[in-house]
Nanobody, 122 residues
Framework: QVVLVESGGGSAQAGDSLRLSCAASGSMLSGYAMGWFRQAPGKERELVDGISRNGDIYYGNAGKGRFTISRDNAKNTVDLQMNSLEPDDTAVYYC????????????????WGQGTQVTVSS
């Protein structure tokens, strides 16, 4: 069982940066591919960025190159650096873990955090 807890969300102005963090407990993350997803009201959950067990990054369309995922297996954390925020980035952001290889389908992830709200105003 992996418990994921996100932090770092909040309110921002367009152009600002935020850094989200996901802390895991219950198991070491080294065997898991990790992903940051987001879901805006009325929209489906979408991949922002993913990172494989060995650190290879998959840039999802949602991040559009402005967001970068990173992981620290020693600290059991996964972060999302978000730069040049736009109002369309407003959503609940979720951290997720999948045992084994990275995928982009959220339905294939095994564990999810409770989410953290990011609100970007113009």
């Amino acid at each position: 069982q992996v418990v994921l807890v996100e932090s770092g969300g909040g309110s921002a102005q367009a152009g600002d940066s935020l850094r989200l963090s996901c802390a895991a407990s219950g198991s070491m993350l080294s065997g898991y591919a990790m992903g940051w997803f987001r879901q805006a009201p009325g929209k489906e959950r979408e991949l922002v960025d993913g990172i494989s067990r060995n650190g290879d990054i998959y840039y999802g369309n949602a991040g559009k190159g402005r967001f970068t995922i990173s992981r620290d297996n020693a600290k059991n954390t996964v972060d999302l650096q978000m730069n040049s925020l736009e109002p369309d980035d407003t959503a609940v952001y979720y951290c997720a873990a999948k045992w084994g290889t990275i995928v982009i389908d959220p339905n294939l992830f095994d564990y999810w955090g409770q989410g953290t709200q990011v609100t970007v105003s113009s």
